[in-house]
């Protein structure tokens, strides 16, 4: 079957001064039809990288060096810019981390909202005016007529995200891909806006990326769990499956970290050291100077990624190679 | 807003009072208003008795609040030189400068934006580099070598233009205009060109820094997102914030072009305020010096007022906080 997204071997580079070094490495995930997915990990793991990536704008100095990110048919990496604007916020919306700071604060939320229509369809500017209002009423906004004309200072975060969120439903997408949607706001409205969202991508059939460093977010309202480390997929599975039986060292140090693992009275549980940088990236698994298991192997071979269970769970290490297929 | 404009203008008329202060100190510790009147040739007695009668002795403040009700009734004193109301000169010699100004302006804002949004977009072109080299050296050569300059080139070398003076003038209303004649416009050519050349560079540069900073920020990369056209980007969506910091910084400077004239005008023997100003430091005329400054503070202080209304009008975070 036909896949509705379907990365391939996809390489991001960043051309720095002291050369160029790789973002994303060898990432391949597909997308299905109305599908939630969840792309997670810690800060600087290149999950937003590779959102942006789908899209293909990646901001200088960054760029696309290899692999194929397959849109009904088409290859979007492969596309002019001409071409891959048609896609861009139409066929996949994109809903950014801080509300604060999306939108455009001298443009009217009006202005916002209808210039993405007329950008993608040949309707008048009445036109594009009713369906904005429709889409504020479908995230909720009390009495939208008074709000087109207002500016963003005029609302409070969460808020703006419904706008945001509205914006994203315009056009009626394909695919969304929510950037840490909830993070920057406060925590009593979170939820909220989470379930805002992922009601939406289920009444308006419309599939979800959803980018976040939060595991917790992630099991709630994704089918399945992509976890990134370092530019690399290190572990892929259903999220039930993923959840509750974890089965790469950092996806299970991930888990325990999380609120609801830990147990009172014991100290937090936190994987040790941080996430090596760019221009400093340890030889073979580059989670090996964290990981508990480590073997002789992880220091000199990246481990691919292979099936465990079924073919649906996938993961990239050398103590789990060996036991499963050999 | 008006709430806002308000505010604004009582601001401003503090500041005018600050200026009159500051004007009328000088004033009185150099200006000498008995020479002024009767000449040197008059006895000590005399003048003592003149002093009295002007009220010279009063106490400094007393004579501050006359100076003051005084120039709210457009007596900024007589000229020592000129024989005339000082208020009246000015009057006469402002059209000169306020067209100089205004060409200049007119040159600086229609250069510098598509230069300075151009530099922002394409930072690599040569074109681009072109531009802030040329702007360097812009900055660095000072107004009136740039004049000497032009000068030399256009009217010396190449016999193109007219070196000094505003040529033929119209009179409209009383406002004598060199904007009506095409040897009036021959005039201004040099001068104005002189007298942007410090402040086109200034405005390309904050122009290109602000653009550059406003593209790299989050409502841009969320516009490219929405799939919109790079002009839409470039022009409403990044434009229009790169011209909130623009607006603030460009006004002052716009007004601090007044200051430059003094030099301009000289170089080009341009009857304006600004030469009339180096004449009047010759002549010691004092107190048109002082009624020269009193008038250009006022002026630098309505365009700065005017700029931050245009500022609110564009900005809807001021506008609506009015509105509210
Ligand atoms: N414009 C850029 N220039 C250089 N490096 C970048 C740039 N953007 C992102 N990176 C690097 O790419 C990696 C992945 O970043 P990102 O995708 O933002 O991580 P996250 O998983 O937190 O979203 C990080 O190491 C980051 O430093
Ligand atoms: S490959 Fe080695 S270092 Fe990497 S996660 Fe597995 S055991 Fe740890
Ligand atoms: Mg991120």
Redesign the interface.
């Given at each position: 079957m036909d896949h509705l997204l379907e990365i391939q071997n996809l390489e991001v580079k960043f051309r720095l001064r002291s050369g160029e070094v790789t973002a994303i490495n060898d990432v391949s995930f597909f997308l299905d039809q109305g599908e939630r997915v969840g792309l997670v990990g810690e800060s600087g793991a290149g999950k937003s990288v590779t959102g942006f990536a789908i899209i293909k704008l990646i901001s200088k100095p960054g760029f696309i060096s290899g692999g194929k990110v397959l849109f009904e048919g088409r290859d979007i990496a492969g596309l002019s810019i001409e071409e891959v604007r048609n896609i861009r916020g139409n066929r996949i919306s994109m809903i950014f981390q801080d509300p604060m700071m999306t939108l455009n604060p001298v443009l009217s939320i009006g202005t916002q909202m209808t210039e993405t229509i007329l950008a993608h369809k040949n309707v008048s500017k009445a036109e594009a005016q009713a369906i904005a209002l429709d889409k504020l009423k479908k995230v909720h906004i009390p009495s939208p007529e008074k709000r087109l004309d207002q500016y963003p200072h005029e609302f409070s975060g969460g808020m703006r995200q419904r706008i945001v969120i509205a914006i994203a439903l315009l056009t009626d997408p394909a695919v969304i891909i929510a950037d840490e949607p909830t993070t920057a706001l406060d925590v009593t409205i979170q939820a909220e806006i989470m379930d805002l969202l992922s009601e939406l991508c289920e009444s308006e059939k419309m599939a979800l990326i959803l980018i976040t460093h939060d595991l917790g977010v992630v099991s709630q309202v994704t089918d399945r769990i992509i976890v990134m480390y370092a530019g690399r997929i290190v572990e892929q599975g259903l999220t039930r499956d993923v959840v509750s039986n974890p089965r790469h060292p950092y996806t299970k140090g991930l888990i325990a970290a999380l609120p609801e693992s830990q147990q009172r009275g014991k100290a937090l549980s936190q994987i040790p050291g941080t996430m090596p940088s760019l221009t400093d990236m340890p030889q073979g698994c580059s989670f090996h100077p964290r990981c508990e298991l480590v073997m002789p192997i992880c220091k000199e071979k990246v481990p691919e990624l292979i099936e465990l269970d079924n073919k649906n769970a996938l993961v990239a290490c050398h103590a789990l190679a060996k036991g499963g297929a050999s | 807003m008006f709430a806002f404009v308000i505010r604004r203008i009582i601001q401003s008329l503090f500041v005018i009072l600050v200026i009159g202060f500051i004007g009328f100190a000088i004033k009185h510790q150099i200006g000498d208003p008995v020479r002024d009147l009767v000449g040197i040739s008059v006895s000590k007695a005399e003048r003592d008795a003149l002093r009295e009668e002007l009220g010279l002795n009063d106490p400094f403040m007393s004579q501050y609040v006359r100076f003051m009700k005084n120039a709210v009734r457009g007596d900024l004193g007589m000229s020592f030189f000129y024989k005339k109301p000082t208020l009246k000169v000015i009057v006469k010699k402002a059209p000169a400068t306020l067209e100089l100004v205004f060409v200049s302006s007119l040159i600086i804002i229609f250069l510098s934006i598509p230069a300075g949004v151009y530099a922002a977009i394409r930072p690599r072109s040569w074109l681009t580099r072109f531009i802030m080299g040329a702007s360097i050296v812009g900055v660095s050569i000072p107004v009136f070598l740039t004049a000497i300059l032009l000068i030399y080139v256009f009217s010396v070398e190449l016999g193109w233009l007219p070196s000094y003076g505003r040529g033929a003038t119209v009179s409209l209303w009383g406002w004598e205009t060199g904007l009506l004649t095409i040897d009036g416009w021959k005039h201004l050519i040099l001068p104005s060109i002189a007298l942007s050349s410090i402040m086109l560079p200034l405005f390309i540069r904050l122009i290109r820094s602000e653009m550059m900073e406003v593209l790299q920020?989050?409502?841009v990369?969320?516009?490219?997102?929405?799939?919109?056209?790079p002009r839409?980007v470039y022009f409403?969506?990044a434009f229009?914030?790169t011209l909130?910091p623009v607006i603030t910084v460009g006004g002052v400077q716009l007004g601090i072009l007044i200051a430059y004239t003094i030099l301009t005008e000289t170089v080009f023997q341009w009857q304006g305020m600004g030469f009339m100003f180096l004449e009047a430091v010759e002549r010691s005329d004092t107190t048109l010096l002082v009624a020269y400054m009193m008038v250009v503070g006022v002026v630098f202080v309505a365009v700065n007022t005017m700029v931050d209304i245009i500022y609110g009008l564009?900005?809807?975070?001021v506008r609506?906080a009015g509105r509210k």
């Open positions: - | 920020s989050e409502y990369k969320y516009a490219w997102a929405k799939g919109l056209a839409r409403v969506h229009k914030n909130l564009v900005n809807p975070t609506i």
